[in-house]
């Protein structure tokens, strides 16, 4: 047991130097990270323009949908756990919900833009898993719908005009865009009869829920909040016996 504990120290001090390191290079190089996920955005939209943009568009689905998940977990981490590398992160959100946007606009688009999908939806619907397939593509849409207005006013212009109430509201569209993008990347998987995607799903829609009720409750399972907190207290520690 007491080995295990020794393991566990070593683990955990490793991964304090590792935040460290990762969050020192970020804050020193804070703006040009930001300006490269713009720049990375902008280069994501041009390929409307490229002949095999075909051949990655179901990439760029899957990279919106991870960098979605991403941006709604930091939330509640950085409140939870308070590292440094959590807030830093926290203040790259909207550089990452444009890319995140763009990579969806063009997953999305490309479709509507091929004459095979509209075959393919059509013939869907003659097979058994047709209600399946048209469940997923109907997700998928209205996830796509509820992405586009928050890309549109990811900008300063934007948060001036609507004014910050008005703003934040409109941008608590992703929750429900959260839960539709899962919901079309269970139904439209190849293996929709199996039980996995469906648990997978379930567990990371759970997941998340949790720890926003965490977050938000901090009185809430005081044996859970105090083993979070002792990651904090150990990372303080950490950073005195360091100085």
């Known amino acids: 047991m ?50 095999t943009a075909a051949s990655f568009q179901r990439d760029f689905g899957e990279m919106a949908g991870n960098l979605l998940i991403v941006i709604l977990f930091l939330s509640p981490l950085s409140v939870l756990f308070r590292m440094p590398l959590l807030l830093l992160l926290m203040g790259l959100r909207r550089e990452l919900g444009i890319l995140m946007g763009c990579l969806a606009l063009v997953h999305g688009v490309w ?38 207005p928050l890309l549109l006013t990811s900008n300063t212009f934007s948060v001036r005009l609507l004014g910050g109430k008005l703003w934040k509201r409109l941008h608590r569209l992703a929750y429900p865009a959260f839960f ?17 995607p469906f648990v997978e799903a379930v567990l990371l829609l759970g997941t998340y829920t949790m720890m926003k009720f965490l977050a938000w409750r ?26």
């Open 111 to 148: 479709y509507f833009v091929t004459p095979s999908f509209f075959w393919e939806t059509g013939q869907s619907l003659l097979r058994v898993s047709g209600f399946v397939w048209e469940k997923g593509i109907g997700a998928g849409i209205i996830g796509l719908a509820l992405i586009l």
């Open 2 to 51: 007491q080995e295990y504990g020794i393991l566990f120290d070593h683990s955990l001090t490793l991964g304090f130097r590792m935040h460290d390191r990762v969050s020192d290079i970020l804050s020193r190089h804070y703006l040009l990270v930001k300006r490269l996920l713009l720049a990375g955005s902008y280069l994501v939209l041009l390929a409307f323009f490229l002949p």
């Open 180 to 196: 539709f993008i899962v919901f079309h990347r269970f139904f439209m998987g190849e293996s929709w009869q199996s039980p996995v």
């Open 218 to 243: 901090p009185t809430a399972f005081p044996w859970l909040q105090e083993r979070i907190g002792e990651v904090g207290v150990r990372y303080r520690q950490y950073r005195m016996e360091r100085v």
